[in-house]
């Protein structure tokens, strides 16, 4: 293109600025102008956008998946509580003194409270509010 095509414009710069163009304009090939025609054509199309995504892009990814697991850690924990408060409250009698056979049952209660949470997890995320009746 033709200078005489093209709109002449004036700026100034601070100092520093002014100092890294005219490092990266002593290259050879390099004018100036063409720096800042680039400069401003990426500011406008607001390409600048794109390199953040590049630069942190792959950090929000991660961050991004660890608060799902996060989540989902969660969402078992409160799973768990809600059942054993429930199992705790509604379905599970006084022990007499512990002996032998209490602890028995008790240990028998708790495998049978953790295969309950498993399925209970395995068969997707839902309100605690839906725990209802204990599940077999």
Request: hydrophobic share 40%; proline share 5%.
């Amino acid at each position: 293109m033709r200078n005489r095509d093209k709109v002449r414009y004036q700026l100034f710069l601070e100092p520093k600025l002014a100092e890294r163009l005219e490092e990266m304009a002593a290259k050879p090939g390099v004018a100036r102008s063409d720096i800042l025609v680039a400069a401003l054509d990426a500011w406008l199309t607001r390409q600048g956008s794109h390199e953040l995504d590049d630069r942190f892009g792959g950090r929000l990814d991660r961050m991004s998946l660890q608060l799902g697991r996060l989540s989902r850690d969660v969402q078992v924990l409160l799973e768990s509580l809600s059942l054993f408060v429930h199992q705790h409250y509604c379905l599970t009698a006084q022990l007499p003194e512990p002996d032998a056979a209490a602890r028995a049952v008790g240990r028998d209660r708790f495998d049978r409270f953790i295969e309950q949470i498993g399925r209970q997890m395995a068969a997707g995320p839902k309100p605690l509010a839906q725990t209802g009746e204990a599940r077999p």
